[in-house]
């Protein structure tokens, strides 16, 4: 069997040429503004710096400016909530992203939640999660967002399939079980307190990897015939999910690096375009 190779990076790229082609319009529109990502990076990972340093790269190659702000480890819960409140009153800002995670003694939620909703282009607040688990407008979270995007471009079908995901994490695991439910799949999500987890997985006609563990996920729990989704992301471009001898007997497989991450800065960049369309529209 061939495997569909799910090529996010090529997909993102295609999107980013329609992306600029819409912040191109917005700058004509407005006399020469662009949509505005604000990021957010509290302490000094320097994964973390590398991921919205990407993210703020990605903006630039769509023409759109970003707002990036740079916080000290030691910045109390009250400091970033002042900070995001504050941008949420800024009209120059169509979109945040608080980048994952804050130090411990942050209260991570409390920020993530103080969020406008209509600039929570990350979709991490808790309204914006309800809002998308019943069906209704909001931005889903970014990471299963640009996984379903993906799945889509490759009109992978799923209506009824067994959709195994293993993780439930607030922005990755939890929302993805919601998207694919919203999409008929029969969801069936797994945890550190999951027993028997090999045996699930093998049921999974789609499985998606967001344990944050490398190669975690054994290719010989993997059904031929699955579709095979990593969201996990490890130096040295390792995924959750032992992929090299899968890549023969799966219906389709999301390559590391080069599928899901680029999908995810593609998602977090067009919501952005889409909150600043809106406010033109609503003149907010
Ligand atoms: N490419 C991208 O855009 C992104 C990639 N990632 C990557 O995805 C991965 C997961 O990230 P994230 O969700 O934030 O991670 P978290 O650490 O927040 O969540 C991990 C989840 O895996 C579960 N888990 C841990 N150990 C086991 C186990 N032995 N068996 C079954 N489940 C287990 C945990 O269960 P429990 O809830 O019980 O603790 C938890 O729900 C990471 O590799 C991360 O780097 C994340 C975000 C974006
Ligand atoms: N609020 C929040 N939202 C997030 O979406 C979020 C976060 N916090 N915290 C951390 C994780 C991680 N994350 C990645 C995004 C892109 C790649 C990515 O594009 N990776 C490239 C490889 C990049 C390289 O060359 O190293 C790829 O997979 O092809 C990876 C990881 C988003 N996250």
Same mark, same amino acid.
């Given at each position: ?23 191109? @319009? ?6 020469? @503004? ?13 994964? +973390?710096?590398?991921? #919205? ?5 990605? =903006?630039? @190659?769509?023409?759109?400016? +970003?707002? &990036? ?24 800002? !169509?979109?945040?992203?608080?980048? !994952?995670? #804050? ?27 309800? &809002? ?29 399939? !067994?959709?195994? #995901?293993?993780? &439930? ?15 008929? =799949?029969?969801?069936?999500? =797994?945890?550190? @307190? ?6 699930? #997985? ?31 992301? !490890? ?36 919501? =952005? ?12």
């Amino acid at each position: 069997m061939t495997a569909i190779i799910l090529d996010g990076k090529a997909v993102a790229a295609r999107t980013e040429e329609e992306l600029a082609a819409r912040v191109a @319009r917005f700058k004509g529109a407005t006399g020469g @503004r662009t949509p505005i990502l604000a990021t957010i990076l509290v302490g000094d990972d320097p994964a +973390s710096a590398t991921y #919205v340093k990407m993210k703020a790269n990605a =903006c630039a @190659r769509v023409g759109m400016d +970003s707002l &990036r702000i740079e916080l000290p480890a030691s910045t109390t819960t009250d400091e970033l909530l002042a900070q995001i409140l504050a941008l949420n009153r800024n009209p120059d800002v !169509h979109g945040i992203l608080l980048q !994952h995670p #804050v130090p411990a003694h942050i209260n991570e939620r409390a920020c993530f939640d103080a969020i406008s909703g209509h600039i929570d282009v990350d979709g991490v607040t808790s309204l914006g999660f309800g &809002r998308m688990t019943m069906g209704e407008s909001a931005y889903g979270s970014a990471t299963p967002g640009g996984i379903m995007r993906l799945l889509a471009a490759y009109g992978i079908e799923l209506p009824g399939k !067994h959709a195994v #995901v293993v993780g &439930r994490s607030p922005i990755l695991g939890k929302p993805m079980a919601m998207m694919l439910l919203n999409a008929d =799949c029969t969801v069936t999500i =797994c945890h550190s @307190r999951t027993v028997n987890l090999p045996d699930l #997985v093998k049921q999974a006609d789609v499985v998606v990897g967001a344990v944050g563990k490398p190669a975690f996920i054994k290719a010989e729990w993997i059904k031929d015939g699955a579709v095979v989704v990593d969201a996990g992301y !490890h130096p040295g471009g390792i995924g959750d999910i032992e992929l090299a001898p899968l890549t023969h007997r799966v219906a389709a497989y999301t390559p590391v690096p080069g599928g899901v991450g680029p999908m995810t800065i593609n998602t977090l960049i067009a919501n =952005c375009v889409d909150s600043a369309e809106k406010a033109l529209e609503q003149k907010r």
